[in-house]
């Protein structure tokens, strides 16, 4: 079963391959040589299901990405390497290639659009693209395939190009012998802190932790800063089949950068999804008492809630609240929280629900500071 002329460096050649890969090959029935056998209708282009005036998939834009069913799977593999998703450059903004597509001599990928009545012969596969048929008590529209099961595989070798001449040939971005990309840091990580010497600093990660990056703290050499606290979470639970589980903690992440190289996030939502709340809480290894100022480190992604609201417990039983943007701009910040008479052994909290809470916000716990102003 060979398409075009077998050659596997050419993209069009693997239209059989891919067609296997999403229908499935039924295999020849070893007992009935006239019985149908080979690669399943429903992805052979001549289907009725798919537009007969349809171009090459995304060869008029990106809108056919919206109705991607309109063309068979191996159709629309060829489709995206041709034309390459798109992405936004983390670094500019700008919107470009998310991977490298192939290359057609002449210029023109549509040449990897077969006819669709290539994979059609009545002698073969019982498909003829001049009798349409409608199968009795199917939903299917009439189509070429004579047979009311559908049964009309496809098992005999296409050509419908000229491959050494027209087909596409894959461009690789890196050589076999291309020593490994170095990793550009698309969000730096604030390592050395710029508030006073007597700050108090709460990170979310204990100081024992170990980072993977390079097999060393990512922020090695660079901390002029100790942890004195923990931030400790609880997470919203829900009763399922009588057992506890935790559907907050399936948006529960921990992400590299922000202050000291690491920070956790999730994402707002009403106060109703009880079980989707995440709470962490701040709290230093020691009493403060006299005033001071509590900041907040907030990262330079994945932390945009615009109101999360901090509960200041001030060690005497009282509590403050409040409220910030989180969305610094797309830079690493302290932001002030405002300042404090602490009595005792105070805490900080941040919970994830917002009265305006979506699923599409993102909030963030980092490190925390406590800053005398005396």
């Known amino acids: 079963m060979l398409v075009n002329d077998g050659d596997p460096q050419y993209l069009e050649n693997w239209f059989y391959a891919l067609w296997a890969y999403n229908s499935g090959f039924n295999l020849p ?5 006239s019985a149908p056998w080979g690669l399943g209708w429903f992805n052979n282009p001549a289907n009725s299901v798919y537009p007969p ?20 799977y191996e159709e629309r593999v060829m489709g995206w390497a041709a034309y390459s998703q798109q992405k936004k450059d983390p670094t500019t903004g700008a919107t470009v290639q998310a991977f ?31 009798k349409p048929h409608k199968a009795e008590g199917s939903s299917q529209p009439a189509g070429p ?8 595989w496809t098992h005999f070798p296409v050509t419908w190009t000229d491959c050494p001449q027209t087909c596409g040939i894959e461009v690789l971005k890196y050589r076999a012998t291309d020593p490994e990309p170095q990793v550009a840091a698309v969000h730096p990580t604030a390592c050395a802190s710029t ?50 589980v935790y559907p907050s903690k399936i948006d529960f992440h921990q992400l590299s950068g922000g202050f000291g190289g690491h920070f956790w996030m999730t994402h707002t939502r009403a106060p109703s999804y009880t079980d989707s709340v995440v709470t ?59 300042t404090y008479a602490f009595h005792g052994s105070p805490s900080v909290s941040l919970s994830s ?22």
């Not at 395939?145 to 009309?152: E, G, S, V």
């Not at 060393?216 to 100790?226: K, V, Y």
């Not at 629900?353 to 005396?374: E, H, M």
Request: some cysteine; charged content about 25%.
């Open 53 to 72: 005036d349809r171009k090459m998939f995304l060869s008029r834009g990106y809108d056919d990405a919206r109705t991607p069913n309109l063309w068979s």
């Open 145 to 152: 395939c004579q047979r009311d099961d559908f049964k009309c």
């Open 195 to 244: 508030l006073p010497r007597n700050a108090l600093i709460v990170d979310d990660v204990p100081n024992t932790v170990k980072f993977r990056t390079g097999g060393i703290n990512p922020c090695a050499g660079q901390r002029n800063w100790t942890s004195r606290g923990t931030l400790t979470f609880t997470f919203g639970s829900a009763q399922q089949n009588g057992a506890t």
């Open 100 to 130: 490298t597509v192939g290359h057609w001599p002449t210029g023109n990928p549509q040449d990897a659009q077969p006819p669709r009545d290539v994979f059609c012969e009545p002698g073969l596969n019982d498909c003829d693209t001049s």
């Open 29 to 33: 029935n070893a007992s009935d040589a």
């Open 353 to 374: 629900p917002a009265d305006n809470g979506t699923g599409d916000d993102s909030i963030a716990w980092d490190a925390l500071a406590f800053v005398p102003t005396a």
């Open 280 to 338: 962490g809480v701040w709290t230093p290894d020691r009493r403060i008492d006299g005033e001071a100022e509590v900041m907040v480190h907030l990262p330079d992604h994945e932390a945009n809630a615009p109101t999360a609201t901090y509960r200041i417990e001030l060690g005497d039983g009282t509590a403050e609240e409040k409220t910030i943007d989180q969305d610094t701009g797309g830079r690493n910040a302290w932001v002030s929280l405002g």
